[in-house]
Structure formats: C-alpha cells, structure tokens
T-cell receptor, first 109, second 113 residues
C-alpha cells in the first residue's frame, strides 16, 4: 500500500463548480505539499502545510494531522484549473518525499 | 533567477546507448533529487543528494548513476539505456529545512527505442 493515497483519481467539473481533492497518508510527517502539473508542463508548488489551513486566490488547502488527511479545494473552478494535482509528504526525520499518484482535474466551460 | 534548469528537454536513444541529464539550480539549495514520472504512477525517486559530493539511492536506482561534484549541479547518467527507462524525468531541489518548498525543473522526456 502506498504511503500517500489520493482520491479521486480523475474528476470532471463544470466551470464554476466547487472541487475537492483528498489526500491520506500513513506516516509521520513534517509537512505536506500540494503540487500542480498542467498537461505537458512542469510541476509547481501550490502549498506547503504543517497544520491548519492556507488560502491562495481560489485555492484552499487544509490538513488534519491527527486524521492524517489533507484536502485541496478549488472554488469557482475555471477551465485553466485543468491539471494534475499531486499530494506529497515530507516524512519526519527524512530527506525524501513520498508522492501520491495524482488527481487529474478537467474543468469544462 | 532561472530556478531549476534541466537539459535536454527531449531525447530519443537507441537501446544500449548512454546519456547524461543535467540539472542546474541557482538557489544555493543543499538537497537535490531526480524523479521519474510514468503514466498512472506517482513520481518515483531515482537518486538524491543532500550536499556537494554526496549521493544516495532512492526507490528505483537500478540502471542509473548520479554525481554531485558541484553544489549547483546534479547529473543523472544512463550507462546502457533500456526501453523500460522511457519516461519523463524531473529534477527538484530544496533547502534543508522541513518547511522548504520543492522547486522542479521542466522535465526531460526520454524515449528509448
């Protein structure tokens, strides 16, 4: 079983809809990262969380350390939000990160 | 600042050929990583380095070698390419603190025929 599990694997939404992507992990972590990868593109860091909630524009990320769970929300989704969203965890006392398989989001106009 | 730069962007190799992928970062980061990304799978760590002159194996190191002779550069070598090494390769770097974000290069698409 992977240390980091994301759901759903794929998601299609209509423009304007609220989107939620979930990430569950099974190890102790020092931080959790949300990353975005557009088709054929590079990978950019959206958020890094160790507790609570962060907001950037229409994106909101939350983490519950006790539950070992994080969510990424996209409010008022737009076709330009179509991308793969990847959850990654930085394990405690480790140099390395573990990655989820990614969630492919498609937003239709 | 350029951030993390990977070269080349694309490459096609024949089975048995060798090549080196170069990753360069200008942010003075200690930690550098090489990942491969395959359809339906998450990023998998090939090798990583926590400082100049040091390297370590990741999850999928077989068939690859690395070197970190200078802090800003991390090289990934394929000595004898195999079709199973067809993939998109990403380099990343970060500072050695728990709250440091990852910075990725734009990727190298490698096809081995």
């Amino acid at each position: 079983k992977n240390e980091v599990e994301q759901s759903p694997q794929n998601l299609t939404a209509q423009e304007g809809e609220f989107i939620t992507i979930n990430c569950s992990y099974s190890v102790g972590i020092s931080a959790l990262h949300w990353l975005q990868q557009h088709p054929g593109g590079g990978i950019v860091s959206l958020f890094m969380l160790s507790s609570g909630k962060k907001k950037h524009g229409r994106l909101i990320a939350t983490i519950n350390i006790q539950e070992k769970h994080s969510s990424l929300h996209i409010t008022a989704s737009h076709p330009r939000d179509s991308a793969v969203y990847i959850c990654a965890v930085a394990r405690s006392n480790d140099y390395k990160l573990s990655f989820g398989a990614g969630t492919t989001v498609t937003v239709r106009a | 600042n350029a951030g993390v730069t990977q070269t080349p962007k694309f490459r096609v190799l024949k089975t048995g050929q060798s090549m080196t992928l170069l990753c360069a970062q200008d942010m003075n980061h200690e930690y550098m990583y090489w990942y491969r990304q395959d359809p339906g799978m998450g990023l998998r760590l090939i090798h990583y380095s926590v400082g100049e002159g040091t390297t370590a194996k990741g999850e999928v190191p077989d068939g690859y070698n690395v070197s970190r002779l200078k802090k800003q550069n991390f090289l990934l070598g394929l000595e004898s390419a195999a079709p199973s090494q067809t993939s998109v390769y990403f380099c990343a770097s970060r500072r050695p603190t728990w709250n440091s974000p990852l910075h990725f290069g734009n990727g190298t698409r490698l096809t081995v025929t």
